[in-house]
């Protein structure tokens, strides 16, 4: 089978996966019965009577039909970008415009810290196990540790106690703590409202569009607490596995031949040893990839930054379901991405799966 | 060789290596503050067990001093150490019940659906995937909030969130257990495919599990730690929890730090002396090492 | 006096490989395993030595040991080995230390003489000694093509071979090309005139393709003598200069070594290597017999069968033209059948390359058909060695006897088969002495002493006090 067949295959995939994420959000929007389903939107602050809300939704939601059909009203509003309500403190309106305005930051923060991790995991797995046993496997090997163990939230509180009271680090003022950009920078922009920046919401992107690099740079220093906290909990378990992953490989017979045929050792770990290796990392990668989006809403609480995570934070305190089920669905969807990416290189890597 | 010299074997190799041993040492010291909270607090000078003591006249958060308050105290005037100490029985409980219960329903899934394959494997193995395509984190969100945002309801919603890892790691090694041949001797002298299960295919799958149960148990309390930080039973009335406190305890970090630290220190070096254990525990159980 | 028979000295005689007193010990949780004891042969080039004996017994330890790929656990604690009057063990005692931890005994290496260790053994390895492994499917790597696999060897140690072979098709005339293919068709192949003809033009390399386009198994001379007439190739300036370069300085120059390889420019000068490389490739692999080349080339290890991927293995191992070839049980992991063809193509580029062989076996009937000269190990010691016919018409050591009776006979029926009886000796706390001592029906008392080599006829050695005086 080639590479394609391969791909295409997986791609298909895709669609059943999608379809159990939205049998699964739908079952938990319905659990404990209709009553608590409605006393989730019923607001009873509205000049509207509870009896006519009730009316209202029973009829906007079908529930006075059999469960199937729900489902597949449920289905096909989904399918049409319309994925509820939702009533946070930083937002109120469509779970769709939520998303567009929180994605944009979240997407930055995930791959920031991703491409750091790969950039400087990946090499420093390969030499740990290389060089066994030396100084610089044994310092890894304690820093990867203790990054695996240490709760990522209370690190990045760490960071923050470290850099915003002078009390405790000299380090006083080098980063900033919190939220996303200065604001007596942003103000009186017309490209920046509330908090969202226009058009892109992504502030790194538009500062650069209206060429304002100081806001830019200020915005890049703000990302980089939260970047380093987030990274460092995911170098941790990219190490570990990177490591005893090539340390494995390095014990198989084809590493003997190719050390046979006269290739000198930096091209046996280059050429035939860390393509190997990888293999079990990738399998990996869905649960780390798991842990960085969970790491996402964490990171983005504490150091205030917009983005999904955050929001789905505030829904869970302000009881708003539908908020909660956004991000559900938001977090579904990234991780059957980056799942389908993986398996994808996967595939590329190792030809013996495309069968 | 017999089942008790192989526990022997274990225990023997996990103690030649220095940072296992330590791990082995941390984690029972864990328990033991745990079973102590239960039934004697005041040993450890934990005066109630169960719930945090406020004191009001004196709310702010006060730094360490020997010998009343060696944690200090956190808002509103509750020492740490006690707070801290209480909370450790708290998580561990609910962590382990997590673990056990995720297992329990996993393993039962898992060896099933091997056995029978079949319909019967795929049916449950696509709805272990589908449980997979959601990340652990959001997803106990969802779930924990749907259920209700209390700590009892967080702990089922985890247990919903973790069992399909196990439900996937049981059937992979019951499946390669299937396949040995003692299997097929059992069904050749005509024990019964219930019986099967239970003698045979589940023993041999418990050994790898639970080395994964003890490298779990480490990301489990952190992540039920997690989930009440952001948000989950902060309702609770003064509920020793390490996630609770540290998240109380926010407003106040910059300018008192201890009240974050401690908590988090206890919650890193459990995590710690379980990664130490499981990787010791996994060590010592491959079969290289024991010759 | 026991006369002990004076191995010649390793640095000034013929022989291409030379082992003295080798012993190999690994370090081990349950202590010193003494896996290769006091071994001595020697190999001339162009002959094939077995090394035969139980599993267990260090055979393969030996030759991985030549290799210098013995696993990090295991040491030389004595003994030379000599390649082509190079001594490849030269002070090897530095490199490693025993220290005592506790109770137990640890390893500890000097990085150091290991790089400089390393260094010399890797120009030796695949070029001068290549060696092909036992089990195929595992001594592959799953992940790369057949074709790169074996083009690796090519473009590391034959670099300018492959640079001259463009060239000289881009530099030999067309007409040259069609005079040559014409000649071939009217004369044939094998005419004296016609190679003549062909080494007159004086691009030897071009006679080099020629020749393996005629010695190919899978096409028919029509079709051959197309490919001749399709040989001349023009490249492009930049690649002739890169080209030219190569084959003067024997290698590609170290300033061009990442630029050669840009994915854009690669094309023109490292791709035409890699090219070449491949072609190269399927020369070899059709003189090792693989079926339908063009397709292997491309495909991966486990799509191949058991025999396709020992014959793959030994393209690799023929690939750089090596003087001596270690063949670990190269036939143990493959039925019968393609035992059978492996071994007869083994022997076939045994005739036609002229390679020494050390050939590792446990199966003395493989290694009748295919050895020169045997040399029989048991429990780490080298007991006997002989000429092939001699060990088998007049074996001396008291275990060869017995394993040669343990052979059922071909042309009488017997009530039963002779037996050793007792088991191999632990290899940690061996017998004192001869380590058959304990097993041998002539055994006495002084057998508990170390037996000396005596030479009972030329070329035949035994290790035994039976003949002693």
């Known amino acids: ?71 597949f009203y ?19 309106g469509p779970v769709s415009g939520a998303i567009s305005l929180f994605l944009p930051n979240t997407i930055v923060l995930a791959t920031l810290s991703s491409v750091l991790t790969v950039v400087i995991g990946i090499p420093l797995g390969v030499w740990s196990a290389v060089k066994k046993n030396s100084l610089v496997d044994h310092a890894t090997r304690v820093f990867s540790f203790v990054g695996y163990s240490l709760p990522v939230y209370w690190l990045g509180l760490l960071l923050i106690i470290a850099f915003a009271s002078p009390a405790i680090c000299p380090c006083f003022n080098l980063f900033p703590v919190s939220g996303a950009v200065n604001i007596s920078l942003t103000n009186g922009l017309s490209w920046y409202q509330g908090g969202i920046s226009y058009p892109t919401h992504v502030l790194l992107i538009d500062s650069l569009i209206y060429g304002r690099f100081d806001i830019f740079a200020d915005a890049l220093m703000h990302e980089v607490l939260p970047v380093l906290t987030l990274t460092f909990s995911i170098l941790a378990s990219v190490i570990r596995v990177m490591r005893s992953s090539m340390q494995d490989t390095l014990n198989q017979e084809y590493i003997r031949t190719a050390r046979a045929k006269g290739l000198p050792e930096r091209a046996v770990v280059n050429q035939h040893a860390r393509r190997n290796a990888l293999i079990p990392v990738l399998t990996l990668m869905g649960y780390t990839i798991a842990g960085l989006l969970g790491g996402v809403v964490l990171i983005e609480s504490i150091f205030n930054l917009p983005g999904i995570g955050y929001w789905t934070t505030q829904a869970l305190l ?13 977090f579904g969807l990234a991780f059957i991405f980056s799942n389908l990416v993986v398996d994808i290189l996967y595939g590329y890597i190792d030809p013996r799966i495309r069968y | 060789m017999a089942r008790l010299d192989q526990y022997k074997l274990t225990l023997r190799l996990l103690f030649e290596d220095v940072s296992s041993a330590a791990g082995l040492i941390i984690v029972v010291g864990y328990v033991a503050v745990a079973v102590i909270d239960a039934v004697y607090p005041q040993l450890i000078g934990v005066m109630s067990a169960n719930v945090e003591i406020p004191n009001f006249s004196n709310p702010v958060p006060q730094p360490p001093s020997w010998p009343l308050h060696p944690f200090g105290t956190t808002f509103p005037g509750v020492d740490l150490y006690q707070a801290v100490m209480a909370a450790i029985r708290i998580d561990l409980w609910y962590s382990f019940l997590i673990v056990v219960g995720g297992a329990l329903v996993g393993i039962l899934v898992g060896v099933v659906a091997a056995y029978m394959s079949g319909a019967v494997d795929e049916v449950l193995m696509r709805i272990t995937d589908i449980f997979l395509s959601i990340p652990y984190l959001p997803f106990a969100i969802a779930v924990g909030f749907v259920l209700g945002r209390g700590l009892d309801e967080l702990s ?44 045979h295919i589940i023993p041999n799958v418990l050994t790898p599990i639970f080395v994964q149960i003890s490298l779990d148990l480490g990301t489990v309390v952190q992540t039920f730690a997690a989930l009440t930080f952001i948000g989950f039973a902060s309702s609770g009335p003064f509920l020793p929890e390490l996630g609770t406190l540290i998240s109380n305890g926010f407003p106040y970090a910059i300018s008192a730090p201890w009240v974050v630290i401690f908590p988090g220190v206890a919650i890193l070096i459990f995590a710690v002396g379980m990664n130490l254990l499981g990787d010791g525990l996994r060590d010592a159980l491959d079969p290289r090492n024991r010759t | ?67 210098r790929l013995t696993s ?84 590391i140690h034959d670099i300018p071979r492959l640079a001259e072979r463009i060239l000289s098709r881009h530099d030999v005339p067309q007409e040259k090309i069609d005079e040559i293919a014409a000649a071939l068709l009217g004369r044939g192949s094998s005419d004296d005139r016609v190679r003549e003809l062909v080494r007159s033009y004086g691009f030897p390399r071009l006679e080099e393709q020629i020749a393996s386009i005629l010695s190919r198994r899978d096409l028919s001379y029509a079709k051959k003598i197309q490919r ?62 693989m079926p339908n080349i063009s397709a292997v080339l491309k495909q991966y290890p486990h799509e191949l069968s058991g025999g396709m991927r020992q014959r793959a293995m030994i393209a690799m191992a023929i690939a750089a033209n090596p003087e001596l070839i270690i063949a670990d049980e190269p036939t143990s992991a493959l039925d019968v059948t393609i035992q059978a063809q492996i071994l007869q193509l083994l ?73 050793i009886p007792g088991s191999v000796p632990s290899l940690t706390n061996p017998p004192p002495g001869c380590r058959f001592n304990t097993r041998c029906p002539f055994a006495t008392e002084r057998c508990k002493q170390v037996p000396p080599q005596i030479q009972v006829k030329p070329g035949h050695i035994v290790r035994c006090w039976l003949y002693a005086e």
């Not at chain 1, 302000?318 to 938001?330: F, L, P």
């Not at chain 3, 002739?240 to 590609?252: A, I, P, T």
């Not at chain 3, 199966?363 to 050895?371: F, K, N, R, S």
């Open chain 1, 74 to 92: 449920w289905l096909s509003a989904f399918f049409h970008g319309d994925w509820g309500y939702t009533q946070t403190p930083i937002y109120s």
């Open chain 2, 156 to 199: 089922l919603a985890l247990i919903v969130v973790w069992w399909p890892l196990y439900a996937r790691y049981a059937r992979g090694q019951a499946l390669s257990v299937k396949e040995n041949a003692y299997v097929e001797a059992a069904k050749a002298s005509g024990v019964g495919g219930w019986g099967i299960m239970t003698k």
């Open chain 3, 228 to 289: 001749i007439k399709e040989l001349k190739g023009k490249v492009g300036r930049s690649s002739v200069l890169f080209l030219r370069r190569v084959s003067e300085l024997g290698k590609v120059p170290s300033t061009l070594r990442v630029i050669d390889r840009l994915p854009l420019v690669r094309r023109n000068f490292y791709g035409l290597l890699e090219k070449e490389a491949m072609n190269v490739s399927a020369e070899l692999l059709s003189m090792v017999g």
């Open chain 1, 1 to 71: 089978m080639t590479l394609r067949y391969y791909v295409v295959r997986r791609l298909l995939l895709v669609v059943p996966t999608i379809i159990g994420l939205t049998l699964i959000v739908f079952i938990l929007t319905h659990v404990g019965g209709d009553q608590r389903f409605l006393g989730e939107y019923i607001n009873i602050h509205s000049p509207i009577s509870v009896a006519v809300q009730e009316q209202q939704l029973t009829q906007r939601f079908h529930l006075d039909q059999p469960v199937i059909v729900q489902y």
């Open chain 1, 318 to 330: 302000s009881g708003d379901i539908g908020g909660i089920m956004g991000g559900t669905v938001i």
């Open chain 3, 347 to 419: 022997g076939e580029l045994k005739r036609n390359l002229n390679t020494a062989v050390l050939f590792i076996s446990h199966d003395l009937g493989v290694v009748a058909e295919t050895c020169d000269k045997v040399g029989v190990i048991y429990a780490g010691n080298l007991v006997e060695i002989a000429q092939i016919e001699d060990l088998f018409a007049d074996p001396r050591h008291p275990y060869t006897k017995g394993l040669l009776s343990a052979i059922p006979p071909f042309d009488r029926k017997v009530s039963s088969l002779g037996l």
């Open chain 3, 1 to 67: 006096m026991i006369q002990e028979t004076e191995l010649s000295a390793p640095a000034k005689d013929e022989n291409l490989l030379s082992v003295r007193d080798l012993r190999i010990s690994f370090v081990t949780r349950s202590g010193i395993v003494q896996a290769v004891n006091d071994v001595s042969f020697d190999i001339k080039p162009g002959e094939t030595l077995g090394l035969v004996g139980e599993t267990g017994c260090g055979k393969t330890q030996t030759a991985m040991a030549v290799m």
């Open chain 3, 72 to 155: 990090e656990t295991g040491i030389v604690e004595k003994g030379e080995i000599w390649f082509k009057g190079m001594n490849l063990t030269e002070n090897v005692a530095k490199e490693f230390k025993l220290v005592h931890k506790g109770k137990r005994l640890v390893l500890k290496r000097d990085p150091r003489e290991m790089r400089r260790l390393e260094n010399q053994m890797v120009k030796i390895r695949g070029k001068h000694i290549s060696m092909v492994f036992q089990e195929p499917m595992i001594s592959l790597n799953p992940v790369k093509s057949v074709g790169k696999q074996v083009s690796e060897v090519l473009l």
